[in-house]
């Protein structure tokens, strides 16, 4: 997975490595600890989208979960980027 944020444009992207027909548990949490999002996407192409406008700038953990596993990943989620 690959995790990015486009401040400028208010969305907060996932990019999945391969198709994922799953529900996929996706939690994106502050690097405090506060959770930000929590919930199921079922994916219907290789990208999940987020809209990030009510997203403060700083540093975030995506954490996505489904049959294979747990993937853990750090993002800027910045308007300098």
Same mark, same amino acid.
């Given at each position: $997975? !690959? %995790? $990015?944020?486009?401040?400028? #444009? #208010?969305?907060?992207? %996932? %990019?999945?490595?391969?198709?994922?027909? &799953?529900? =996929?548990?996706?939690? =994106?949490?502050? !690097?405090? #600890?506060?959770?930000? !999002?929590? /919930?199921? =996407?079922?994916?219907?192409? /290789?990208?999940?989208?987020?809209?990030?406008? /009510?997203?403060? &700038? /700083?540093? $975030?953990?995506?954490?996505?979960? @489904?049959?294979?596993?747990? %993937? =853990?990943?750090?993002?800027? @989620?910045?308007?300098?980027?």
């Amino acid at each position: $997975y !690959f %995790v $990015y944020s486009d401040a400028k #444009g #208010g969305e907060l992207s %996932v %990019v999945l490595q391969s198709m994922v027909y &799953e529900k =996929i548990h996706v939690e =994106i949490v502050s !690097f405090l #600890g506060k959770i930000i !999002f929590s /919930g199921d =996407i079922q994916p219907d192409s /290789g990208r999940i989208n987020f809209n990030s406008t /009510g997203i403060s &700038e /700083g540093i $975030y953990i995506a954490r996505l979960t @489904n049959s294979q596993g747990t %993937v =853990i990943k750090k993002f800027v @989620n910045s308007s300098f980027l």
